[in-house]
């Protein structure tokens, strides 16, 4: 079982905000990292750290958390958003180790 | 430009081993830490493990403790993802993806830099 929680599915209409959550006790202490898989695709990263967008990635992605809560809100969603997406940060039972959540697959309406 | 690239689809009996190439270029190979993710059919992503390309040193997700091994050939800039004792559940896409070998810090926070360059995926089938 994952210790990052992820609801397994998110709609949004077109155009509108939408915010998906990871929640996990790693997070208190740990910002979450967020991936962006298409089907038949390699995920790609869409945010780390606080709030930080790797190049490429459109403004609309953006990051936060709070307590042991990391959230990714897509703002002004777009057809091509409609993905997989996961949170992943650092696994609570030792250094170096890392943990990816269940996924939440956002169907953009 | 920087890529990685993997190996081919290996079909393997239950019981076997595996061991999957991930081969970078465009990039400082020893700046760069390299992890190991896979994903079984329909489902999620599974973190498998982590390798220092630097020294070499490993760390695995106790699911694979004792049947992956990660290495790495700093001539040819390439890791390897060996697991043992293959099932039917080990029938997955692995990929290989590199991450800065720093940590930051913001506030009471500590953070990774991401896992920003994947491989294409290594397609393994398990069957009899």
């Known amino acids: 079982s994952s210790e990052l929680t992820q609801d397994p599915a998110v709609s949004v209409a077109l155009g509108q905000t939408v915010r998906i959550t990871c929640q996990g006790d790693?997070?208190?202490?740990?910002?979450a990292s967020w991936y962006q898989q298409k089907p038949g695709q390699a995920p790609v990263l869409v945010i780390y750290g606080k709030n930080n967008r790797p190049s490429g990635i459109p403004d609309r992605f953006s990051g936060s958390s709070s307590g042991n809560t990391a959230s990714l809100t897509i703002t002004g969603a777009q057809a091509e958003d409609e993905a997989d997406y996961y949170c992943n940060s650092r696994d609570s039972s030792g250094n170096h180790l890392r943990v990816f959540g269940g996924g939440t697959k956002l169907t953009v309406l | 430009q920087v890529q990685l690239v993997q190996s081919g689809a290996e079909v393997k009996k239950p019981g076997a081993s595996v061991k999957v190439s991930c081969k970078a270029s465009g990039y400082t190979f020893t700046s760069y830490y390299m992890h190991w993710v896979r994903q079984a059919p329909g489902q999620g992503l599974e973190w498998m493990g982590i390798i220092n390309p630097s020294g070499g040193s490993t760390s695995y997700a106790q699911k694979f403790q004792g049947r992956v091994t990660m290495t790495r050939d700093t001539s040819t800039s390439t890791v390897y993802m060996e697991l043992s004792s293959l099932r039917s559940e080990d029938t997955a896409v692995y990929y290989c993806a590199r991450e800065e070998q720093q940590k930051g810090v913001e506030g009471i926070y500590y953070y990774y830099y991401g896992m920003d360059v994947w491989g294409q995926g290594t397609t393994v089938t398990v069957s009899s």
């Open positions: 790693s997070l208190r202490s740990y910002y």
